[in-house]
């Protein structure tokens, strides 16, 4: 059933008594759209580069100033601020205006905040502000810089949503705030986000500019050295990856909370933290600690406080007093927001209109050319000024002179305007200002004070008019004014001085702290590794002696045994002589028959696992195939980082790996197939990280049987099927060299051609 009502009979789809207007949907859904689209990035989500602000926050400075909020004044009612802003210029809901004047008094959100706040503004904790009724605000310091010489003509002005008021279409901008205070926001296909910067550091960059306008990103990195936090904490970021971020406008800055080891006696200790990442709220930050605490994914830590009043004091306090505080914090860096990534996109209204992302030195050299502009606009204001000032000081001057004269037109003339303006060769603005001169002003119309004031203003005009037509001149004065920006918010002054730390790349954990620090996240127990001749793997908690007990599926039996913990890596080789390698911690538990290997890696249905064992870094192996090729590899190269495994030992169907022994020794007996035994040197066999090996021994039918590396001086030993011990000494009769054929083994020396005893 159609939901479109039909048009009344006999009328046209377009008659324009029904009202109704054919319209093509798809172009009408694209125009309003872009409009929607438009109207987000534009008036809404992006910030000017100029001035660092979006719609909303430019409308609340101005209403405030227009409120006279000034620093100096008294506090108003934000509910008072709310209502005019929404009322004359942001036609939006007052909740949105308010938390957006919320944020700018926010000391832990803003690193240089533009409302000062009076009440219960919100905290680090996450608590929310007290509704708007009870709170009051002014401008701060910066909001006058923002907002200084708006009055001359700085800036161009537009009519507001109701066409009643004017607003400012950007702010003069004598604070380089885009990058000071940053910025967050999501528009329609696009978003920003601008960590908050040293405003200092940013001075000093853009006078380096104004200098050497070519400059470089890396040179500028040198003076903007990273962002610099309300909160504090440090940067972990490499400066190469600082410096391509700056370059791009895009990438981001890992930031970690600071701490630090506080002695409690007899050896005890706690880690204090006293500055948390930024936007990380503490309340949920402690919360989330308390939960992995709980969960047992932290078992180096034993307890977590909050001690903080004014300032941050979260209480860490480890298991033991032989805990390493580093391992402890790095394991909560991982884990919790204690460490956190500020991204970077530098997505901006370029001259208000573009959206663009901008690299450092772009962002700055617009911010300079709106402050170049804004001196000209205001230059060119007050020369209009004292133009005007001038003309009617030299109406004053003649008025005096001839005050007497003046009088009179004044008091017996009908047209005393027109009067002066015929008798004194006066313009109309000089007789205009005569006439509207009050009486008790004519006893200060003293011929030197008028003639003083001329010469001063005259003094200032030709200066100004050099300076509008000089562009050397207006980019000292630039540079003035910004000199005296950084000398307020030098790094010598509490407001200024930077609070967050840039690390050394010498500072951040190597690779083996790294080890240190998974192995640490692992609570350590015993377990016993199951692997069944089918391919079920599990671990059985603490390390089981009698396995008599183990129950495998139909058909299945078990193949390798042996104990472990669960901080170690269990290493599989392969028949297609790959290594693969599972945390112990990762392996099913012992309830059950456990879970295929299968599952675990990626083993070939064709292929079989030859050994099992754990991961012992210092440790050599013999790794060999069915034809009697192999090599001896170090056990810390054949670690897999991936489910494929690492492909060690080479082999092609229809050979396969089938042998993995340690190689701890000085000697090498190799059986074959068809029983034949040659010993030889364990330097004949070349140390390689992969390859198909060098021939160990020689065979004319069948294949390689089994070997083992062993002492000469202590013997070759094997176990027999009783499970008795043999050794034998004297082995010259199967001394040899590598690849020969060997000879028949001593006497005793079981049928199945094996060593017995395990290769591991």
Request: proline share 5%.
């Amino acid at each position: 059933m159609s939901s479109q009502t039909p048009p009344p009979s006999g009328s046209s789809p377009d008659d324009p008594e029904t009202g109704i207007e054919p319209v093509d949907l798809r172009k009408a859904l694209e125009e309003r759209y872009l409009s929607y689209a438009l109207s987000t990035i534009m008036h809404r989500a992006l910030p000017d580069v100029r001035d660092g602000l979006k719609p909303v926050h430019r409308r609340l400075l101005y209403a405030m100033r227009l409120l006279k909020l000034d620093p100096e004044a008294g506090f108003k009612k934000c509910a008072r601020v709310v209502g005019d802003v929404m009322g004359k210029f942001h036609p939006h809901g007052d909740q949105a205006i308010y938390d957006a004047m919320v944020r700018l008094a926010q000391d832990f959100s803003v690193r240089y905040p533009l409302v000062e706040g009076q009440g219960n503004f919100g905290n680090i904790d996450g608590d929310n502000a007290a509704a708007m009724r009870y709170t009051e605000a002014r401008l701060t310091e910066v909001a006058q810089l923002l907002l200084e010489g708006i009055d001359e003509d700085s800036v161009d002005f537009r009519e507001t949503y109701d066409g009643e008021e004017e607003e400012p279409v950007v702010l003069p901008g004598a604070f380089p705030n885009l990058l000071a205070n940053g910025a967050t926001g999501i528009a329609v296909g696009m978003a920003t986000a601008i960590p908050p910067h040293n405003a200092a550091e940013l001075c000093d960059a853009a006078l380096h500019l104004i200098q050497y306008p070519n400059a470089s990103v890396e040179t500028l990195a040198r003076k903007v050295k990273g962002p610099d936090f309300p909160t504090g904490g440090i940067l972990v970021e490499p400066h190469d990856s600082i410096v391509e971020s700056y370059r791009t406008g895009r990438g981001a800055f890992r930031l970690r909370a600071r701490w630090k080891r506080e002695d409690q006696g007899r050896g005890t200790w706690v880690a204090v933290v006293t500055q948390i990442p930024y936007l990380v709220q503490k309340g949920k930050l402690i919360e989330k600690i308390a939960e992995l605490l709980t969960a047992k994914k932290l078992p180096l830590l034993a307890d977590v406080r909050d001690e903080s009043a004014d300032d941050v004091r979260i209480v860490l306090e480890p298991k033991s007093r032989a805990v390493d505080p580093a391992l402890l914090m790095e394991s909560l860096f991982k884990l919790t927001d204690l460490e956190s990534r500020i991204s970077l996109n530098l997505n901006v209204l370029s001259r208000g209109k573009v959206p663009i992302v901008l690299g450092l030195s772009d962002v700055l050299r617009e911010w300079l050319d709106h402050r170049r502009e804004v001196l000209v606009r205001r230059a060119n204001h007050r020369l209009a000024k004292i133009a005007h000032r001038l003309e009617v000081l030299g109406g004053y001057l003649i008025a005096y002179l001839n005050l007497d004269e003046v009088i009179r037109i004044i008091r017996e003339e009908d047209e005393p305007k027109a009067e002066l303006i015929r008798t004194f060769e006066l313009t109309d603005v000089q007789a205009e200002a005569i006439l509207n001169m009050r009486l008790r002003s004519l006893r200060k119309l003293e011929e030197m004070e008028i003639r003083k004031e001329h010469e001063a203003l005259t003094a200032e005009q030709a200066e100004l008019t050099a300076l509008v037509g000089d562009e050397a001149l207006q980019w000292g004065r630039v540079s003035s004014e910004i000199k005296a920006v950084r000398k307020s918010f030098g790094p010598d002054t509490d407001v200024g001085r930077r609070r967050t730390e840039i690390a050394d790349a010498d500072d951040l954990p190597d690779s083996s702290a790294l080890e240190d620090l998974k192995e640490a996240l692992i609570e350590k127990e015993p377990v016993t590794v199951i692997l069944s001749e089918k391919g079920w793997i599990r671990a059985m908690k603490g390390h089981q002696q009698d396995l008599s007990a183990l129950t495998f599926k139909s058909g299945d039996r078990l193949r390798f045994a042996f104990h472990a913990q669960t901080t170690d890596k269990i290493l599989l080789f392969a028949t297609d002589g790959r290594f693969f390698t599972i945390g112990a911690d990762k392996l099913p538990g012992g309830r059950g028959h456990g879970e295929p290997v299968r599952l675990i890696v990626d083993l070939a249905e064709t292929h079989d696992i030859v050994s099992a064992f754990v991961h012992d870094p210092a440790r050599k192996l013999l790794v060999a195939a069915t034809d009697g090729r192999g090599f001896v590899v170090p056990e810390g190269d054949i670690v897999a980082n991936t489910r494929k495994g690492k492909q060690v030992l080479n082999v092609t169907a229809p050979v396969e790996a089938s042998l993995c022994v340690t190689a701890a020794g000085d000697t090498v007996a190799v059986i074959g197939e068809n029983r034949k035994l040659i010993v030889f040197a364990l330097t004949e066999i070349p140390e390689m990280t992969r390859g198909k090996g060098v021939r160990l021994q020689r065979y004319r039918d069948g294949g390689l049987s089994d070997a083992k590396v062993f002492t000469m001086a202590e013997g070759l030993s094997w176990l027999d099927s009783s499970g008795r011990t043999w050794t034998v000494k004297e082995l010259d009769e199967w001394r040899g060299n590598r690849a020969q054929a060997g000879r028949l083994p001593p006497k005793g020396f079981p049928r199945t051609n094996k060593f017995g005893g395990g290769g591991m």
